[in-house]
């Protein structure tokens, strides 16, 4: 069973290499897969799916017509507004924010990452309130041109914010990434978010439900660009790879 694992391909109309990449990944290297996890931040912001755009129409039609894989969606805190009525034109599973995946003998815990980064208070204050569901019902009310304008202030204050905010603070805290793989007893992390790709290796046992102990190990997926870097996984085999948007892969 092979399995794929993507994230932060923010996708816009300002960069349409990056969706021609995207296509070009789903009909070339999407074919060979069973199962494709999309890890969040698909898109660079989501203000609905009542806004019909071009290029969520093009991605939801490209995404429907893979047959064979198995399509899985984690939102994430750009397309945390993502809905049902998308996932179903795009032929999408919508899963929690913290999901399980099996991998033959371990099990990986999967998430966008934003959950991670503990120290940044604020950013996790900012997200329970975003989180809240009358408020978004109060943002989805709203004209869509109103929601555009919200969104793109939104989107300059987190720049702003972010340019002046120590990494340390940006990182994923690792009390909180080795808390959650021994609650969800996964000794494999994959996440995306940070836009720094990595192998981890931690010096943790975790048990897993066939009463195995495995070395804690979290990978995390890169943005996209012109290179970018996906999971890829072949029952527990897994491994992180380089990619090309003009579709060259390497290891
Ligand atoms: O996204 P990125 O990489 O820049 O930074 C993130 C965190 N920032 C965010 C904010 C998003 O970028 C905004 C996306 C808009 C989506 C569509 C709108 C839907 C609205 C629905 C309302 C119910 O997630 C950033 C983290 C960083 O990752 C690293 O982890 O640090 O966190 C912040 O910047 C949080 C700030 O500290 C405070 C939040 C800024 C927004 C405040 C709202 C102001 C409203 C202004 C309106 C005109
Ligand atoms: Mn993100």
Redesign the pocket.
């Known amino acids: 069973m092979r399995r794929i694992f993507i994230g932060d391909l923010h996708l816009q109309d300002s960069r349409p290499d990056i969706t021609e990449g995207f296509i070009r990944f789903i009909r070339e290297e999407c074919l060979r897969c069973d199962e494709l996890y999309i890890l969040g931040d698909l898109f660079e912001?989501?203000?609905g799916d009542d806004e019909r755009a071009d290029l969520s129409e093009r991605v939801a039609w490209e995404l429907q017509r893979l047959r064979r894989p198995g399509k899985f969606f984690i939102r994430g805190?750009?397309d945390f507004?993502i809905g049902k009525e998308y996932c179903d034109l795009a032929g999408l599973t919508l899963l929690p924010d913290i999901s399980e995946v099996r991998l033959g003998r371990s099990s990986a815990v999967i998430l966008h990452g934003?959950l991670l980064?503990t120290a940044?208070r604020?950013?996790q204050k900012?997200?329970r309130t975003?989180s809240?569901p009358f408020?978004?019902r109060c943002?989805l009310a709203l004209p869509l041109s109103i929601?555009k304008?919200?969104?793109a202030?939104?989107?300059r204050?987190?720049?702003s914010?972010?340019s002046v905010?120590p990494l340390e603070l940006?990182e994923v805290s690792d009390s909180e990434v080795l808390r959650i793989m021994t609650a969800r007893q996964c000794s494999v992390m994959i996440h995306g978010?940070?836009h720094r790709p990595l192998i981890r290796d931690y010096n943790t046992e975790i048990f897993q439900a066939n009463s195995l102990y495995l070395p804690a190990r979290r990978y995390v997926v890169g943005a996209w660009d012109k290179e970018f870097k996906y999971v890829r996984a072949d029952g527990d085999e897994v491994k992180l790879i380089t990619a090309r948007l003009d579709g060259r892969y390497s290891l």
């Open positions: 912001a989501w203000i805190n750009r507004l934003d980064c940044d604020k950013y900012y997200r975003v809240n408020l978004q943002f929601r304008r919200i969104a202030g939104m989107r204050k987190s720049r914010e972010n905010k940006m978010h940070t």
